[in-house]
């Protein structure tokens, strides 16, 4: 029996349609009109077809309105939520404050919080790219219809539930430029039973793709991007040259748990490594997008089930099963050694220390001996390359199952529906080939030939110098002693019970009083574990620091678990002002809305929050709507319940931004980068944040145009009470050093005297006078002289005294004074064109326009504005055309995204050094001006053509559908971003990254 659904329906010309009232996002109130009521975009079948997805990931980017993925597949830092995780934005304020739902009904979110404020979100590749009827983005605040989560809008996946008979489909994609070779097999069927009483759907998809190493592709293939810098961003060390001196040619200092003094490096020389002084040359730097995944390899597999029963004519029950589970493998260089990180000393008997007692011994000048005091040595640096590149393995497994039953109150017109739902989420990220701290030091410590070696080489005397002698490489037993698998395990549970119901409370002059009326209890645990020595030392070990942990460049966090309970009660109502028969003069129709919310959490108290909404039309073919609605956000479980803890930068680490302006502004090279910590506390004290939201908008059925749809919308979103970090600022940081530089010369202290203190860590001697929440070293005789050599070069009024070393940042999240706003405008053209001689065409596009997105942390504080300063793009659109003509199908799809900044940046010096080029923005923000290199816009063009075997055809054809598509036509490459890492931004450049790729669908009805 070949598949139905009801948008595949037609009638026949003399039939009377029926048009029956339906709920959409945004409401619980049935209606005909809510599509145009409500500002909700459809993302039907045709433009998901378009758009040609592998993933839901890949599904979302094409709408505009979701402005980023903060969360996404190429994330590979340890304390990120690695493999296939993807988090969608609304509007560009945090994917936590847009809502999710499967069939309007929240999804277990995934447990693994890597940004602060942390954000328990749902991973939406974990909800299906196929077997949907449409996906619904309502564009508007729903706190008071869904509550927390739902302040930028709601996205609902809304399943096809109609499928009567079977579908098998495949589908096989390859990329033209190599790499993520995919497959992917859906076999969905519906069917009636009992008598057509009962019916059942079900659909089951598995996916498998290979990955993509950023070698694979131009855009990443190298951090070192010079040859496409413009000065002043073409100095080596700076934005466009994000090659680390970590490598696998160690640098050294001499003595036991050294961190200062004379740094010796060991590398080839004239082709032969030999132990020097000399810094490493950058033409040994190493380029770690050599060895990172930007794709992962990927095997994920997901069931959608739902059956209805008609228990009575006026009662049915129903139940539905979603699952999900993924395996996914990333990865990124080896791991490094710094003795910033950890000091790993090796013994004088150590028989690879080129100055230890196997090399040198005091009265020893024997020929295989130097007269000397053998001397142990400290690792400053390392690449850890014998034990290969670091193999992440993330498992994911989320189920939600859902049961209920709907009905009618006697002959009335009031609905109910009552269902309980319990869902978990599971994810297992296993770091392979993590390195035991406590374990490599003692390696280095032996004095037998199983010692840990860091050279890769061994050394010999000869002529009375140590030489390296022959290659070596540790063996797998001393690999196997000190590496471990580093685990970690997050897991949510979501539970909840609602009950609601709806209908006419009496008949006006202008039609009922619509109302519909709410219970919900919800639970919401989370759970974040590590195994002993990954996430914390165990108390009862002696060997290891305690607060720490034992896992190099692995920051330590402690494990906890947190829950809260959520009880809500919601009201909502339809208020007719006047329709068509009542003659009011320029009013054809007019209604009121309105709805609230109250909730009340376990944790930090209640909340109550109202909708108010108008809806006129003048005329049959023009509306306009406006609604006016607040909105919260509560505070995520683990920002008010985690252990202070501190995380450590992913390697090659990042630039003291203070010191490196001022060194390359004095002609020198940048600063060194750093692998910093970033000490956090927790906030039990948080409150939720609030939000104002207000859309007004005209949506207009072009008269004399059949099919032609035009709106506009204008949208804003106030949040106050916003929870923020408290932590370091460069541009105070800056401003302070400078400013108490000159205040001291000027008091007659000489330059190199003048002391800026230090503070190293949130519990230790704090005199530095710089940014409070910045930690500096004290300032050493490197730091003395590199400073000292800048003051020739510049005028004294420039002058900064010597600083220490960046170790790093505090924080701590508060509930700020001040405000972020966000506006901006939507635009949307739909025309269904009628018939023509050469088939049907049906046009989309729809645009999404920010006007601003600023944040304010006092009402004092200087306005810092996303789109002012380049970060987001100010426009995004998606066009789609689609053309049927019997067996045959094609379609377009193009998306764009105006320009953002390259994420480099500039002084007024080298602006005006390079001569004001156009292609540095100039930016008043935040208070400040900021010089800005400008990036490029990105265009994605999908092209897709498809035809169907018809009854005609060989019965191994029969009812059979053939695709193919190409995605990225024009082989266009993302905008530049991240100059000195990826290369581009993950988050809204990924399917560009991947570049020109084809797919072949097949199609198969039973």
């Known amino acids: 029996m070949a598949p139905t659904s009801n948008e595949d329906s037609s009638a026949a010309p003399n039939d009377t349609i029926v048009m029956e009232a339906f709920v959409t996002t945004g409401s619980n109130i049935q209606r005909m009109d809510a599509e145009t009521v409500l500002p909700v975009t459809l993302f039907d079948n045709a433009q998901i077809e378009a758009r040609d997805a592998e993933t839901s990931f890949d599904l979302l980017a094409g709408i505009p309105q979701i402005t980023e993925f903060p969360k996404n597949e190429t994330s590979v830092n340890s304390v990120a939520s690695r493999g296939g995780n993807a988090a969608a934005s609304l509007r560009g304020i945090g994917q936590s404050n847009t809502l ?187 380029n770690y997008a050599e060895y990172q995944i930007g794709q992962p390899f990927a095997t994920r597999g997901s069931l959608f089930s739902r059956v209805e029963f008609e228990i009575s004519p006026k009662l049915t029950a129903f139940g539905e099963v979603l699952g999900y589970m993924s395996n996914s493998k990333t990865g990124r260089q080896a791991i490094s050694i710094r003795s910033s990180d950890a000091r790993v000393t090796l013994s004088e008997g150590n028989p690879y220390n080129p100055f230890g007692s196997a090399f040198y011994e005091v009265g020893g000048a024997n020929g295989t001996k130097i007269d000397g005091e053998p001397r142990p040595i400290t690792i400053a640096t390392k690449l850890a390359m014998d034990g290969g590149p670091e193999r ?40 392979i080939n993590s390195i035991r701290e406590s374990l490599i030091k003692t390696a280095a410590l032996r004095t037998t030939p199983d010692a840990y070696n860091p050279f890769d080489y061994t050394f010999k005397v000869e002529n009375g110098q140590v030489v390296a002698d022959q290659p070596y490489s540790n063996p797998a037993e001393v690999i196997d002693y000190y590496t471990q698998s580093a685990n970690r395990i997050g897991h949510s549970r979501l539970g909840s019970v609602d009950a609601r119901a709806s209908g006419n409370i009496f008949d006006l002059w202008a039609g009922p009083l619509a109302t519909s009326v709410g219970l919900e209890w919800r639970y919401e645990e989370k759970v974040d574990y590590k195994d002993p020595y990954v996430g914390t030392n165990p108390e009862d070990d002696p060997t290891v620091d305690q607060g720490n942990n034992d896992i190099l460049v692995m920051s330590p966090k402690y494990n906890y678990a947190a829950s809260r309970t959520v009880a809500s009660a919601y009201a909502e109502a339809v208020l007719p002002l006047a329709r068509p028969d009542n003659d009011v003069p320029l009013v054809y129709s007019l209604e009121a809305t309105a709805s609230v919310r109250f909730e009340d959490y376990s944790d930090f108290g209640n909340t109550t929050k109202p909708k108010f909404g108008l809806n006129w039309k003048p005329n049959d073919w023009i509306m306009v709507r406006a609604s006016l609605n607040e909105g919260f956000h509560a505070p995520d479980l683990t920002d008010m319940n985690q252990p202070t803890s501190f995380t450590v930068a992913t390697p090659p680490g990042a ?278 290199e400008k990036g490029d816009s990105q265009l994605q063009i999908n092209l897709g053509l498809s035809y169907k075997f018809g009854d005609d055809a060989r019965s191994w054809l029969r009812n059979t559908r053939v695709r193919l598509g190409v995605n990225n036509v024009l082989d266009e490459e993302p905008a530049l971003y991240d100059a000195d890492g990826t290369g581009y931004t993950g988050g809204t450049g990924t399917s560009l990254w991947i570049g020109r790729a084809y797919s072949l669908s097949l199609t198969r009805e039973f």
């Open 100 to 286: 999710v739902l499967m069939n309007g009904r929240r999804v277990p979110f995934n447990p693994v919080s890597s940004l602060s404020p942390a954000d328990s979100t749902v991973n939406i590749n974990t909800l299906p790219a196929v077997g949907l009827q449409q996906i619904e983005v309502l564009r508007d605040g729903a706190s008071a219809i869904y509550g927390a989560d739902a302040v930028a809008g709601v996205i609902n996946y809304i399943s096809d539930t109609n499928l009567q008979g079977g579908t098998m489909s495949l589908r096989f994609g390859a990329t033209e430029h190599g790499g993520g070779m995919s497959s992917q097999a859906t076999l969905s069927y519906g069917t009636v039973f009992a008598e057509g009483r009962g019916h059942w759907i079900s659909t089951f998809n598995i996916f498998n793709r290979d990955a993509i190493y950023f070698r694979e592709r131009d855009r990443s293939a190298s951090t070192n991007r010079l040859d496409e810098a413009r000065p002043p961003f073409d100095a080596p060390g700076g934005p466009y040259d994000g090659r680390s001196s970590t490598t696998n040619w160690p640098s050294f200092r001499l003595g036991a748990d050294a961190t200062s003094g004379q740094v010796y490096w060991f590398y080839p020389v004239n082709g032969t490594p030999q132990v020097t002084t000399s810094s490493l040359p950058r033409d040994l730097y190493m």
């Open 392 to 431: 992440v393995e993330a498992t994911d497994r989320m189920y939600r199952i859902l049961g209920g039953l709907r009905g009618q109150f006697g002959e009335s017109t009031w609905n109910w529906e009552a269902a309980a739902m319990f869902g978990a989420y599971r994810i297992t990220d296993r770091a």
């Open 655 to 932: 630039l003291d931004v203070v010191r490196s302006n001022y060194f390359t502004s004095a002609g020198q090279a940048a600063d060194s980068r750093v692998l910093t910590r970033t000490y956090s506390s927790p906030n039990p004290d948080l409150m939720p944040e609030e939000s104002e939201g207000f859309s007004a908008g005209i949506v207009v059925e072009v008269p004399g145009v059949k099919g032609l749809t035009v709106s506009v919308d204008y949208w804003e979103i106030e949040q106050t009470n916003l929870v923020l970090n408290q932590t370091r600022s460069t541009g105070d940081d800056e401003a302070l050093l400078l400013a108490y530089t000159q205040q001291q010369l000027a008091a007659g202290v000489d330059i190199m005297d003048i002391d800026v203190g230090y503070h190293e860590d949130p519990d230790s001697i704090d005199t530095y006078v710089g940014d409070p929440y910045t930690l500096r070293a004290p300032v050493n005789d490197d730091d003395r002289a590199r400073f000292a050599a800048t003051y020739a070069n510049l005028p004294q009024s420039e002058w900064m005294a010597p600083v220490g070393r960046w170790i790093g940042t505090t924080r701590q999240l508060i509930n700020g004074t001040g405000e972020a706003f966000t506006n901006g405008v939507d635009y949307q053209i739909d025309y269904n064109l009628p018939q023509t001689p050469w088939g049907s065409f049906r046009f989309n596009t729809t645009w999404s326009q920010f006007i601003e997105k600023y944040t304010q942390d006092t009402p004092t504080s200087p306005i810092d504005d996303d789109i002012v300063s380049l970060e987001l793009p100010e426009w995004k659109s998606s066009t789609t055309l689609v053309w049927n003509s019997g067996p045959w199908n094609a379609s377009i799809n193009a998306t764009y995204q105006s320009a953002i900044r390259t994420d480099a940046t500039t002084t007024l010096a080298g602006y005006e050094g390079a001569g004001s080029p156009s292609y540095i923005a100039v930016v008043y923000n935040d208070g400040q001006t900021y010089y800005y």
